[in-house]
């Protein structure tokens, strides 16, 4: 029986034009051996691949190896503008070794993340990255036995799950350590959900600070339910009508730092004339807003490029001791913060 002139090229097919064993177009086309042919050989490859139409089978390939080259991606909310870079991060540096994501989004949810897990094993899925983990997830480490995984962005307590994250510790000791500067000593702080490692870990780096530089006798804190503008707004109000007088309000996030700002603006309280304001993550257009934010900058993309890296290391090397990366920030001082007078209070 003859082949349709349709059928889907092999690589025997590859093999026969190109004049070489089916072994060596094998290797040209698997990122992780195409240091074993010639670069002239690998050229004429995938130029014979390219004229074919040749798409990798990927159902052989599972049966072949046992790997079906996919990760898993669970991120918490993927309209939150922290996320999307971390995600094209998680992307690019999956292509680079010839894997795949499949995203889920969980809206916060841990029934959600539990049932996208699920959902996704039967897909024969390589790894996990988890974007998803609260610090006591009492789930996350029943999902991810027998599996490789690792969290970014976020990290869990006891998990034994490697990470990557971010200096939360530096990131906001950067902060207080510019407003105390600027001459601010009665500090205020929106804190992120203490169930999330963000959020505990800023507000933990505010008391710590406080203390170390003598600013205040107890943190003046109000505590986000969520990282977004109207928890922002609330914490503000919550702020303002404690009536402990503050010059500075250092906030876990920028989406905080928009909702503090919108809500002490409508009491006539101007960011920075009478308050200044700082936020965390330099999302997309910080330096935009009226004022444009004073924040840290978190460098979600390298997350993203790492957390992949990580975890197909962990795929093809069978790695079991946990490891965690903890990567840099830096403050992005803008005109959301200035200078202290005495005669200012909030």
Not at 131 to 147: K, M, N, P, Q, W
Not at 155 to 163: F, N, T, V, Y
Not at 164 to 178: C, K, S, Y
Not at 288 to 296: E, G, I, K, M, N
């Given at each position: ?106 809206d916060g949810d841990p029934r959600r ?143 905080l730092a928009i909702g503090a700002i919108t809500a002490f ?82």
């Amino acid at each position: 029986m003859t082949k349709s002139k349709h059928a889907r090229p092999t690589l025997k097919d590859l093999a026969r034009e190109v004049g070489v064993h089916v072994s060596t177009i094998s290797r040209a086309l698997n990122p992780n051996t195409t240091h074993a042919v010639s670069i002239d050989l690998m050229d004429k490859i995938k130029r014979a691949s390219a004229k074919r139409g040749y798409k990798p089978n990927a159902a052989a390939y599972l049966l072949r190896t046992n790997r079906s080259r996919t990760i898993g991606v669970v991120v918490p909310d993927i309209t939150d503008p922290v996320f999307p870079p971390i995600i094209r991060g998680i992307e690019d540096g999956l292509a680079r070794h010839g894997y795949v994501a499949i995203l889920v989004n969980t809206d916060g949810d841990p029934r959600r993340q539990a049932q996208a897990v699920e959902a996704l094993r039967p897909r024969g899925i390589d790894g996990l990255i988890l974007a998803s983990v609260t610090r006591h997830d009492e789930h996350a480490a029943r999902l991810t036995a027998g599996i490789p995984a690792v969290t970014v962005s976020r990290s869990g307590d006891g998990l034994g799950i490697s990470s990557v994250v971010h200096d939360e510790h530096d990131g906001f000791h950067r902060v207080l350590t510019h407003l105390a500067s600027l001459g601010h000593r009665a500090i205020a702080t929106i804190a992120g959900p203490q169930t999330i490692s963000t959020g505990y870990n800023r507000y933990s780096s505010y008391v710590r600070c406080i203390e170390e530089f003598g600013l205040l006798e107890r943190p003046i804190a109000s505590f986000a339910r969520a990282f977004n503008e109207m928890e922002g707004e609330r914490c503000a109000e919550e702020l303002r009508l404690a009536r402990q007088p503050f010059t500075a309000v250092a906030c876990a996030n920028d989406r905080l730092a928009i909702g503090a700002i919108t809500a002490f603006r409508r009491h006539g309280v101007e960011c920075p004339r009478d308050v200044s304001i700082t936020g965390f993550n330099d999302m997309p257009l910080a330096d935009r807003l009226s004022p444009a934010l004073t924040t840290v900058r978190v460098h979600h993309y390298k997350a993203g490029t790492e957390a992949a890296a990580l975890i197909v290391d962990i795929v093809e090397n069978g790695i079991e001791t946990p490891r965690h990366i903890v990567l840099p920030v830096e403050l992005i001082v803008r005109a959301s913060t200035r200078p202290h007078s005495k005669e200012e209070q909030s």
